[in-house]
C-alpha cells in the first residue's frame, strides 16, 4: 500500500513540474507575430485616419492602402492619390483587377472609385521587390482625412532611427476583415545573410506583427508630428512565413516591405503632380529605366 503511495505522489510530483516547464518556456508564436502581439485598433491620434481598403470586382480579398500626400511640394489638388502593393490588382489565375473602390476606414459608405494605376509589376514571381502601386481616385476626399507624406528612408538610416527609440507603425487588419489597426513597438530591422532579401536594398524587413489581410498596408515613421510612409507591407512571394498558424523561425525571411525610393518614389512623385493622365489607358507598368510606362 506504501508502495502504491509512493508511486502516485512520485507520478504528481512529475506532473507537477512537467506542468511548470510548460508555464516557464514561452509559447511559439503565431504567423508573423513576433514576441508579444501588439496589434489593436487604430486611434485618432495615430494620424492614420486615411488607411482604407481596396475592394475590387472579381475577388473576396480586401488589401490595405492609404492616403499620401506632400503639401510642400504639391499644389492640393482635386483628386487624390493612394499607395498600396501590386497584388491588390491580381485577382484569381493572374487576372488584372480594373473594377476597384477604395473604401476609407474599410467603411463602403466613404467610397472612391480608382480611375488610374502605375505599378511596379503584375506578374510578381521573382518580382516581388517591386510590388507596389500608386492609384488615383476620382475624387477629393475629406481634408480632415490624414494623408501621409512619402519620405526615402535608407536602410540604415531606418535601424539608426529604430536603435534611438523612432516610432514605427504598420497599419492593416486581420484576414481580410476589420477594424482596421496598427501594430507599434515595432519597425525595420537589420538583415542578415540568412534572409532571402539580406543584400536587396528595396525592402525593409521589419518585426511588425501581422497576419494575411495586411498586404499593402503603410509602414510609417513617426516625427515631430508628421506622419512619414517609408514602405508598404508586401507578403507576395514570401509565404514561408505567411502561413496563418506557422512559429515564426529565426531561420525564415521576416516580414518585408517595400521601401519608397526609386521607381516607386518617382512614381509617386509624378502622379502627386499630374494626377491621371489624359488618356484612356487606365493602368500602367512603370519602367524600371524611366522610360514610358506600358498597359497592364
Given at each position: 500500500?506504501?508502495?502504491?503511495?509512493?508511486?502516485?505522489?512520485?507520478?504528481?510530483?512529475?506532473?507537477?513540474?512537467?506542468?511548470?516547464?510548460?508555464?516557464?518556456?514561452?509559447?511559439?508564436?503565431?504567423?508573423?507575430?513576433?514576441?508579444?502581439?501588439?496589434?489593436?485598433?487604430?486611434?485618432?491620434d495615430d494620424g492614420m485616419s486615411g488607411v482604407g481598403t481596396i475592394v475590387c470586382e472579381g475577388t473576396t480579398r480586401r488589401p490595405v492602402g492609404a492616403l499620401i500626400a506632400d503639401p510642400e511640394r504639391h499644389v492640393v489638388a482635386r483628386f487624390d492619390v493612394i499607395v498600396t502593393v501590386a497584388h491588390a490588382f491580381v485577382g484569381p489565375?493572374?487576372?488584372?483587377l480594373t473594377d476597384c473602390e477604395f473604401h476609407v476606414g474599410a467603411d463602403a459608405t466613404r467610397a472612391a472609385r480608382i480611375t488610374f494605376l502605375k505599378t511596379g509589376a503584375v506578374k510578381l514571381y521573382r518580382n516581388w521587390h517591386n510590388d507596389w502601386a500608386v492609384a488615383v481616385l476620382d475624387r477629393r476626399l475629406p481634408e480632415a482625412l490624414d494623408r501621409l507624406v512619402p519620405r526615402v528612408l535608407g536602410e540604415a538610416d531606418a535601424n539608426t532611427l529604430r536603435a534611438n527609440g523612432a516610432t514605427f507603425l504598420l497599419?492593416?487588419?486581420?484576414?481580410?476583415?476589420?477594424?482596421?489597426?496598427?501594430?507599434?513597438?515595432?519597425?525595420p530591422m537589420p538583415k542578415r545573410f540568412s534572409d532571402l532579401n539580406g543584400f536587396d536594398q528595396r525592402v525593409f524587413n521589419h518585426d511588425c506583427d501581422m497576419m494575411p489581410?495586411?498586404?499593402?498596408?503603410?509602414?510609417?515613421?513617426?516625427?515631430?508630428?508628421?506622419s512619414y510612409l517609408v514602405a508598404v507591407n508586401s507578403?507576395?512571394?514570401?509565404?514561408?512565413?505567411?502561413?496563418?498558424?506557422?512559429?515564426?523561425?529565426?531561420?525564415?525571411?521576416p516580414n518585408t516591405a517595400v521601401r519608397v525610393d526609386?521607381?516607386?518614389?518617382?512614381?509617386?512623385?509624378?502622379?502627386?503632380?499630374?494626377?491621371?493622365?489624359?488618356?484612356?489607358?487606365?493602368?500602367?507598368?512603370?519602367?524600371?529605366?524611366?522610360?514610358?510606362?506600358?498597359?497592364?
Open positions: 500500500m506504501h508502495g502504491t503511495d509512493g508511486a502516485i505522489a512520485k507520478a504528481m510530483r512529475a506532473a507537477g513540474l512537467g506542468l511548470l516547464i510548460l508555464l516557464l518556456v514561452p509559447a511559439p508564436s503565431a504567423s508573423n507575430i513576433f514576441g508579444n502581439d501588439d496589434r489593436r485598433d487604430i486611434r485618432p489565375g493572374g487576372s488584372f497599419a492593416g487588419h486581420n484576414g481580410e476583415r476589420g477594424p482596421l489597426q496598427v501594430s507599434d513597438k515595432c519597425g489581410g495586411w498586404s499593402g498596408g503603410p509602414l510609417v515613421l513617426r516625427e515631430k508630428g508628421v507578403t507576395q512571394l514570401n509565404a514561408i512565413t505567411h502561413i496563418s498558424g506557422r512559429p515564426y523561425n529565426g531561420r525564415m525571411n526609386g521607381p516607386f518614389r518617382d512614381v509617386i512623385e509624378q502622379v502627386l503632380r499630374t494626377g491621371a493622365p489624359g488618356t484612356s489607358v487606365a493602368c500602367l507598368v512603370a519602367s524600371a529605366e524611366g522610360g514610358p510606362g506600358l498597359p497592364c
